[in-house]
């Protein structure tokens, strides 16, 4: 640990009593995480002792700090040696906390189908250029499975939403950018786009090489075609998606 982070940590946390309980305690101990003084990893202290700062109830502190778990910033480990826990932030984590967003914004009211595509213009056309400049030998080899899973299925296939899911978001991986990677992410676990698309044998045929000449671009280390074919495939899937709102179904 760098001797500047190291000044930032207080080890000797200490809740001010509040007087609106829950969310107080929720926003002083989220404070607390935010600046510093618990890093990602550290264990805060036990409920009873928190309680006893804030001068409020054992269930208050317990709401508190399932509300920081709900928000991504905690987890909760039972066991004698459990507790609640800084979590760490990675790409999988910050993914997760923006499709829990994503998934309340589509829950609240439905958007077009067209809203969803707009977006992934905005997304993914960069992501599939950056991939190009950043992509891997591992990253090559995710796509290229996904695409041999693709070009030996059949229609009927129940999978090919989470194929389609995989190799989009393997590319936003593959960016290099891990705030753009966890964007796309969570934009395609969340709302599944091929869901929505009108299958039929000469659409999945040309979706299929679509993400061919897409592979290929990337693999070629050729950006301006990486971000051309991407445009191409999404105003494909766009135009042949099934014309209705929105919404998630769970």
Known sequence: MSAARGARRDPKFVGRQVTRPRAQVEEQIKEAILSGQFAQGDKLPPETQLAEQFG????????ALGALVSAGLIRKVPGVAGGSFVNSVTTE?????????????????ALEIEEIGAVRHVLEIPAASLAADHRSREHLRRLEQVLQRQRSTTIDDPDIPAYDVEFHTVIGQASGNRLLSAFISALHSTTTPARYLEVTPQVASTTVRQHMALHAA??????????????????????HSASCSWVIDR
């Open 56 to 63: 409020v109830s054992r269930p208050t502190v317990r709401e």
């Open 218 to 239: 990337i693999t070629d280390r050729d950006a301006q075609r990486a971000g051309e074919a991407m445009a191409e495939h999404l105003d494909y899937v766009t135009n």
């Open 93 to 109: 984590s910050l993914s997760q906390s923006l499709g829990q967003s994503v998934d309340a914004i589509l829950r609240l009211g």
